[in-house]
Every structure is written in structure tokens, then in C-alpha cells.
């Protein structure tokens, strides 16, 4: 029963109890050791189910065996320290012990003027939340008590170093350098409600009108004297964050293992941070690596569209000579006929093979910003790969260079025949 009940986080005698009612029989005291050394035990069979509604079996225990190793194992490494420390010496008050008294920390200082002169309301409960003051809910008669055991609780959190600290939302206590915001609250004590002679009177008059509803709550919530600390962080974690009286243990005897599960809750905050660290990097560096493909991809597109433009003039070539072959086999009586256009097939081919040339390539490559060469990683990830700049369309260019200026400028074919004295461009524009 004991190990099934941790599985579950719940106690042996929780788990007994909820097989009694749903009528699971379970073994008998001695059982297991009976089996162990041989001895005859009783296996009782599992009864017909009687009443379909004990069909399903809800156990609702804590979740914290579902925490990761790292929380538990800070949280247990704070409890065996302080116990020990609790031990060795003593902090604590016993509330059989109430004319002992502890010193009370300054940071309580605030917290007490705030609860002192706060009102309470209908249920008699005062209430205080503001910048560097401890949240309470608590009765004018439970006041002292209530920063009694957080004087208690701050000294025995000082010797493991964590301290409290005022912020705008309150009083936090630091643990492991993670805050962790709690408060001091006092528990309800449900009474059935007595209704007023008014309250009477209000019921007979919805009657009349046909409502059947009572117009008082069932219960009342009065003050109970059980303290409680309550921790505001964590939720739905599976880490305990109500710390109470109990019918045999009091709150004051509780504050070793309280701290223990501030400790726990430190250690989850730190692991959740470390886990949202890694997402975060693993999404940086998804980002980087789809944007250097995205950059890659980008660069073969306009690396291909440029051999594309230079294919394009080989083909010319190809064609120009393929006709300038033909020209060149006709007959000497012939050859005057073509004669212009020979030439002007042989000048084509002169600008194709400049404009191919490796020389105006490697210019046309620069203008029209295609690179060939991968650019430096480092470089890249920073952003200076230029990917997101403005490309001009690929074109491959004809090129007049001046060696002494070592310059570069781009002219049309007509510029660039009448440079080469190709042609003459008076008499080309004049035609």
C-alpha cells in the first residue's frame, strides 16, 4: 500500500481509505512479510461491483513525484540542511511557549503598521497588500501570532541565506536569487448561517414573487485561529504552496519543511528560465539557419540567372559562327555580295567574346552583385551578407576601361564599337 500510495502522492492511509470505499479489498496487516518468510496469508477476490457509480477510482494526490529530478533533489537537500540546522539550533517558538519571544526583523516593520491599522470586514478578517508589506488576511486576534512566525520564518531563512526584500508588489523572500512572493493568511471557519429576523422577512416576499432560493448563504466564514503560509508562485506545478496548521501540528513547527518548498520553488523558477534560455536559443538559432539558407538560396538563384545570361551568348556565338563559316566557303565572286555582312557577323562576334570575356565577366559580376565566392560565416550571421539589400537585375555589360583611373563604366554597343573602331558612329547614326 505504501509504495502504490507513492505513485500515486498520496499517504498509505489515504489510498486505504479509498479502497474501503469503493469497496476494494486490500492485504491484510503483516501480509507481505507473511509471504515473505512463506507463511499462509488470505488473498481476498475482488468483490461484483454493486454500485456503478464506484466504477471510476479518483485519486487525487500531488503531483509532485512528476516534478523533474533537479527540483526534488533541492528540495530534499534543503530539508535534510535545515532539519539539521533546526536541531542543532533551535530558532523556532513553540506555541505551547507564547512568552517566549524572537527578534522581529525590521522588514516586518511596515508590514505590522499596515495590518495594525487595516479593518476588517463583515467576516472579521484584516487585510493588507501594498509595496514592501507582507499580503496578510488574518484576525485582529491572530495579528501577533502571525508575525511571530514570520520573525521565526525570516531567522531561520537568514541562516541559509535567503533574505526578504521589499518591492512594489510586497514583501518577497529570496531564495537561491529567485524571489518568491507569499503571504500569511489565515483559514475560514465554515458555521451554518442563522438567518436574521430582515433576512426572514426578505425570504417570505421573493416567496410571493415565487423565488424559492433562500436569500443568505449556507455558511459563514469566521475567524478559525489556523495560520496558513500560502506561496504566489508556481501554480498548477505540482509543488505544495499551502502550508497550514494541522489538528496535531502547528505552523511554527512546520517552518523547516516550509522553507524546504521555498527552496523547491527557486529550483523550479531557475529550471523553467533554463528550459525558456534553450527554447530561445534553439529558435535563434533556427532563425539563423533559415535565413543563411534562405541567403543561399537567394545566391544560386542569381549566380544561375548570370550563367543563364552568359549561355545565352555562347549560344549567340555558337550560331554567328556557324553563319560566319557558311560566308567564309563561298566562292570569290560571291564573297563581295556577303561582304558586309560577314563583317558584321565578325564584329558581333568581337562584342559576344568581350562581353563573355573574363575580364568584363568578373565587372558585370560586381555590378549586378552576384558573388560566387561563399561569403564569411561570421559575417553572414551578422547580418552582413547583404541579403536583404537591393539586387539590380543580371545583365552581363559591355565595359570601357580606364587603366590609369582604374575605372570601369558600362557604354552601349554603338559606344563600345566606335571605342574599338569597329565602326564609326557619325555614320552609323547618320544611317
Known sequence: ???????????????????????????ERGYWAKLEYGKRVTKEALPPLTEPNLATVRISGSSEQHLSPSVREAKERARDRLHKHAAAKPLLVPASEPTRTIAEPPCLAATRRAISKARPDDQGFAAVRSKGVLSLKIAPASIERGIRVLSQLFALAETQGHLPKATEDGLVLIVENESIAFGLEEQPEKTLHQPTPAEL???????????????????????????????????????????????????????????????????????????????ERLHREAEVRRQREEAFNSREKRRMEFVDAVHEQLTQRDKLTAVLTHLEKTTSEDAARVSAMTTWVRQ???????????????????????????????KEDDGGSGYYGYFPPISLQLWLIDDEQELATTCSPLEWASAGALVDEDQAGDA
Open 348 to 378: 558581333r562576334l568581337k562584342q559576344i567574346d568581350a562581353l563573355i570575356s573574363p575580364h568584363f565577366l568578373d565587372i558585370s559580376a560586381h555590378s549586378s552583385k552576384v558573388d560566387f565566392a561563399e561569403p564569411d560565416r561570421e
Open 1 to 27: 500500500m505504501t509504495k502504490v500510495a507513492a505513485d500515486y502522492g498520496v499517504t498509505g492511509t489515504a489510498l486505504k481509505k479509498t479502497c474501503d470505499r469503493h469497496h476494494i479489498p486490500t492485504p
Open 201 to 279: 422577512k426578505q425570504r417570505d416576499e421573493r416567496m410571493r414573487w415565487g423565488y424559492r432560493t433562500d436569500p443568505w448563504p449556507k455558511y459563514d466564514q469566521v475567524p478559525s485561529g489556523r495560520l496558513a503560509i500560502v506561496i504566489h508562485a508556481n501554480p498548477y506545478s505540482g509543488l505544495r504552496r499551502t502550508y497550514s496548521d494541522g489538528k496535531t501540528q502547528a505552523l511554527e513547527s512546520m517552518l523547516p519543511d516550509i522553507l524546504a518548498g521555498f527552496v523547491g520553488h527557486a529550483a523550479y523558477i531557475s529550471e523553467r528560465r533554463r528550459e525558456s534560455d534553450e527554447r
